[in-house]
């Protein structure tokens, strides 16, 4: 099973879509989605709130899915198989307190983590997005929102893959993030730069994650 990740920056056109198609992904977990974005021969799930630019939060996308409660307004939920996905954005250091709650950015990322870990599924899940703090290295975001992610990780049994694949800053590792159960085997991880050219496609890169659906 290959899972991607990508924050399109609310901007899409034929060569996002070949971007993505080119990456052979089985599910996409995107973020920042215009509702003119499409996936031939895929279903997605988008979540009902949007943001300032009129763009979803997020949405999960596979050739079949099933819809699921949203357990976050800017979390899309669907299940694939018997497995939960949820595809997030989590609180930015310098965004308002809508769709979370509390005074400080780490009071808004801990309000976030209570509100998925409060909906955990039973069973696997895969949760993946822009959760705007790296997870090694440098610290983007804020370290306390970096432990209160880690620590909900580690609640719910899961691993993050994409933890060391790097930023579009040199040195710093990346904010977007897919997590997978801790007992999957996971085969490799790639970094896709979102470049047609000299020109930026989105001010965030292509992270995906392969797993062995034979291993699980």
């Keep these: ?35 003119r974005a499409r996936l ?14 009129e763009q979803r939060w997020a949405g999960v996308f596979a050739r079949d899915l099933i819809a699921t409660e949203e357990p976050d307004p800017a979390t899309a939920a ?23 709650y ?19 599924p039973d069973g696997d899940l895969i949760w993946g997005g822009d959760w705007n703090h790296s997870l090694h290295g440098r610290v983007l975001g804020s370290r306390e929102g970096r432990e209160s992610i880690i620590g909900f990780v580690d609640e719910l049994g899961l691993q993050v893959p994409s933890a060391e694949l790097p930023h579009q800053i040199e040195g710093v590792f990346s ?35 392969e797993v062995d659906a034979a291993q699980q």
């Design 102 to 120: 509390g005074e400080s950015h780490n009071d808004r990322v801990r309000s976030a983590v209570a509100s998925l870990l409060a909906h955990r």
């Design 40 to 53: 031939p021969g895929f279903r997605g799930q988008v979540t009902m709130g949007r943001m300032v630019r």
């Design 1 to 35: 099973m290959r899972i991607g990740t990508w924050n399109v920056d609310a901007r899409w056109d034929p060569r996002h879509k070949e971007l993505v198609i080119e990456q052979a992904c089985d599910v996409w977990l995107l973020t920042e989605i215009p509702d």
């Design 78 to 100: 669907a299940r694939i198989g018997e497995v939960t996905v949820w595809s997030s954005i989590l609180p930015w250091p310098s965004c308002g307190p809508a769709p979370w």
């Design 175 to 209: 904010i977007d993030h897919i997590a997978v159960p801790a007992d999957w085997q996971v085969q490799r991880t790639e970094h896709v730069e979102a470049a047609d050219g000299s020109i930026r496609l989105s001010d965030h890169d292509l992270y995906i994650v």
